[in-house]
């Protein structure tokens, strides 16, 4: 009988030994893939506030431009219509109605590769 705790006891020791090196790798890949999530859900999250927002913007925008631009007004008010932009300057950026869109689909497609990438993460962890 005190020969089975003996070896009990070096088994524990040594699955004891190489337990803390793997738990430590496993600690660290939880926490590197806790971070490409997380850096996954921040980006799409933005993204998917703001994708909607420029595409809705810049499809009225163009619309507003396709009215006023078809529009027969008489003479007297046929010169404010040039005071409707086409394009916006701000900051540094140009902003035009077909820029908003793309914009606005690039982002949308932005928020399916977060999810796609996430979803992929998430069945291989």
């Known amino acids: 009988m005190s020969i089975a705790p003996a070896r009990y006891d070096a ?3 040594r699955l004891r ?3 803390g090196p793997a738990l430590a790798l496993r600690g660290l890949r939880i926490l590197f893939w806790g971070l490409v999530t997380f850096a996954f859900t921040l980006i799409e999250l933005v993204a998917e506030l703001a994708g909607p927002l420029l595409l809705i913007a810049g499809a009225l925008w163009w619309i507003g ?3 006023l631009g078809g529009m027969q007004l008489e003479p007297e008010l ?3 219509l ?3 932009p086409d394009m916006l300057r701000a900051g ?3 902003f035009t109605p077909g820029g908003m869109i793309r914009q606005g689909l690039l982002l949308l497609a932005v928020v ?3 999810r ?3 979803g992929i993460i998430a069945r291989e962890s």
């Open 11 to 13: 088994d524990h020791r």
């Open 17 to 19: 030994g190489t337990r």
């Open 65 to 67: 431009l396709q009215i």
């Open 78 to 80: 046929q010169q404010y």
């Open 82 to 84: 040039h005071y409707v």
């Open 92 to 94: 540094g950026y140009r």
């Open 112 to 114: 399916a590769a977060c």
């Open 116 to 118: 796609t990438v996430n």
